[in-house]
């Protein structure tokens, strides 16, 4: 599965990576992503039970595991400038 080829991939770039932002971004991409692979080994697809409305707009349906992948793609992409903040001090 190529998901599972990803998680490995991340998880070289978690062992060497020295930014704990970036390791906790790889952590969270991971974790979402063997989430979704163990759900549609189980159960032969992801079960998407998060569905919101707002007003008589609907967004997608998702599920915890999508959440941790999105949130660490989005960490991942903050990380450096959160990086560099946090070695400025302000």
């Not at 599972?4 to 970036?22: F, I, Q, S, Y």
């Not at 007003?55 to 992409?77: I, Q």
């Amino acid at each position: 599965m190529l998901a599972l080829a990803v998680c490995g991939w991340l998880t070289v770039m978690l062992v060497r990576t020295a930014n704990p932002v970036e390791a906790i971004a790889y952590g969270a991409i991971i974790g979402g992503a063997l989430g979704n692979v163990l759900d549609r080994i189980r159960f032969r697809g992801v079960t998407d039970f998060l569905d919101f409305y707002a007003g008589s707009t609907h967004w997608p349906a998702f599920n915890m595991a999508d959440v941790f992948v999105v949130g660490g793609v989005g960490l991942l992409l903050i990380a450096p400038w959160l990086s560099a903040k946090f070695q400025t001090g302000t």
